[in-house]
């Protein structure tokens, strides 16, 4: 049996997401990491081209992060019930609201991405409680939004939520979906049909749920002027817009929230990945005035025990420091260079490329028949983690790379897609 087989199959943890029979080129350990790499057994570094999942966006081992965790272990203070206020969580909170479109909105914490889309829907529905008809949640057909539960598959609208239908009972795939916007007609189909759809049903609809900029599945951007409308629409016809910006989120396309390109104001926004850096499990939602104000005498009856762990609040609050204008500069500084080079890339290879999306430190290489697979094992091979799905190979690199190493790993890609390219032509 070779190394990697052994290490698949020798493994006692079972995977996320993963094949054991057929693996993939994941087929390896790691030990380390600092900064924008990772370090195998050999201690060789690697570039972690992707954040690990769109997660590490101030890098790895951030000291000043580190340093707020230690603080807190140190006061003994590492657990308390949720419902039970603590200096940290308050602190968070207020930045939190800082950063949002509200001003008096409140936020409530979940343990990740998938329940905090779950608490928003809460929310939602407990808004029209007296309106049981008004419990519909829009969606796009091209989406994802946690795949940990059966409601969070539900609420993504991407080919892994029928997966689900093993094992429930209820139709995911019958549900109606919103489409997609195109940029070839600058989202005017998509827009015309959900205003129709929007129109005859809004009595059943009680909110739209939509991504800040689309993650993975397939970095799709809002066409100009689309969110706006789409924004309007909804709030016209009394329909709350939830934004997830799970992904999407603090910094990761240049902006804090992705709505901000197009001065949203949706009613409830939902967060997770880098919040914390990924250093401790977190999510939140951060409330609109008008949703927290249905609970001045309801009760919530929604929570997790670990939400606003103590270590995870301590870890978001350093993050949310390092969070500022320098940075959100040096990720649309990056953003050029990146768009840049994968356009040079799709042309140079049109055999091998089928098309690039993104926007500022989230893109994707959507690649032709299986390629991608070989693209990320080439890369892997010179020192450079991606992540890949379907077709799709994800450039999401620490928000702190530098335009050197941010240059050199474009280079290094480009090598990749020439020698596949030429062995297709020339084989």
């Not at 005498?297 to 420091?321: F, K, M, Q």
Request: charged share 20%; with cysteine.
């Amino acid at each position: 049996m070779s190394i990697r087989n052994a290490i698949r199959h020798g493994s006692k943890t079972l995977r996320p997401w993963f094949n054991t029979k057929t693996g993939t080129s994941l087929d390896f350990r790691i030990k380390a990491a600092n900064g924008c790499y990772i370090y195998d057994k050999n201690n060789q570094p690697i570039m972690d081209f992707t954040s690990g999942l769109m997660v590490t966006n101030l890098g790895h081992n951030n000291q000043y992060i580190n340093n707020h965790m230690k603080a807190t272990i140190k006061s003994g203070l590492t657990y308390f019930p949720p419902s039970v206020l603590t200096d940290s969580r308050e602190l968070l909170s207020e930045k939190l609201i800082n950063i949002s479109p509200y001003t008096n909105g409140k936020v409530f914490y979940t343990s990740g991405g998938a329940d905090a889309n779950e608490a928003a829907i809460y929310f939602a529905k407990h808004h029209f409680k007296d309106t049981p008809t008004k419990s519909r949640i829009l969606r796009f057909d091209k989406s994802f939004h946690g795949g940990s539960t059966y409601i969070s598959s539900y609420l993504g609208g991407d080919a892994r939520r029928n997966e689900k239908l093993n094992h429930y009972s209820f139709e995911l795939n019958t549900d109606i979906m919103m489409p997609n916007p195109s940029m070839s007609d600058n989202g005017k189909s998509s827009i015309e049909k959900i205003e129709h759809l929007i129109h005859n049903e809004h009595e059943s609809i009680a909110a739209i749920l939509i991504e800040g900029s689309s993650g993975t599945a397939g970095c799709y951007v809002y066409p100009p002027g689309y969110y706006t409308k789409l924004e309007t629409i909804a709030k016209t016809h009394n329909i709350l817009v939830i934004v997830d910006e799970v992904m999407s989120g603090f910094g990761r396309t240049g902006k804090m929230f992705g709505f901000e390109h197009s001065n949203g104001n949706p009613d409830i926004i939902t967060m997770a990945k880098g919040i914390t850096n990924g250093c401790v499990p977190m999510g939140a939602a951060i409330i609109s005035e008008k949703i927290s104000n249905d609970f001045k005498e309801d009760i919530v009856n929604n929570g997790l025990t670990y939400s606003g762990h103590p270590l995870a609040c301590a870890a978001a609050n350093a993050c949310l420091d390092l969070y500022d204008n320098k940075l959100l500069n040096h990720v649309q500084s990056n953003s050029k260079n990146i768009k840049r080079r994968l356009n040079y890339i799709k042309i140079s290879y049109p055999e091998l490329v089928k098309d690039v999306r993104g926007i500022g430190q989230l893109y994707c290489i959507e690649f032709n028949d299986n390629n991608v697979y070989y693209i990320h094992k080439a890369l892997l091979k010179k020192g450079v983690y991606t992540f890949f799905r379907d077709n799709n190979l994800y450039i999401a690199p620490p928000l702190v790379i530098s335009e050197r190493e941010l240059l050199i790993t474009l280079e290094k890609l480009d090598q990749v897609c020439f020698n596949i390219w030429n062995a297709i032509n020339y084989q």
